[in-house]
Nanobody, 122 residues
Framework: QLVESGGGLVQAGGSLRLSCAAS????????MGWFRQAPGKEREFVAA????????YYADSVKGRFTISRDNAKNTVYLQMTSLKPEDTAVYYC?????????????????WGQGTQVTVSS
């Protein structure tokens, strides 16, 4: 089970940190990803991290502004978001896959959370 938290309303230029807590499986066996879905748009890739945390991968739209990290002792993956823009407004989902790769493809992740809303006001 994956449970996201940390979403909310923030002004443009602000920051938020999302968390995704995992339970029920060996978290350190899983690569993790963050995706988002804006109103009226398809869900898109944001960032991914390998199970070890040594490798990360970002969408061009968030590179340099967002940072994905994980704490395997706490079974949690994070998404630190800075310099937020109104176009970052979306429901953010975390996802997990039992392998050591960073993938931008939704179909590679069998496990998903319910999402947390992030709204960035201009």
């Amino acid at each position: 089970q994956l449970v996201e938290s940390g979403g909310g309303l923030v002004q443009a230029g602000g920051s938020l940190r999302l968390s995704c807590a995992a339970s029920g499986r060996t978290f350190s066996d899983y690569a993790m990803g963050w995706f988002r879905q804006a109103p009226g748009k398809e869900r898109e890739f944001v960032a991914a991290i390998t199970w070890s945390g040594y490798s990360t991968y970002y969408a061009d739209s968030v590179k340099g502004r967002f940072t994905i990290s994980r704490d395997n002792a706490k079974n949690t993956v994070y998404l630190q978001m800075t310099s937020l823009k109104p176009e970052d407004t979306a429901v953010y989902y975390c996802a997990g896959a039992k392998w050591e790769y960073t993938s931008p493809w939704q179909g590679d992740y069998p496990y998903w959370g319910q999402g947390t809303q992030v709204t960035v006001s201009s």
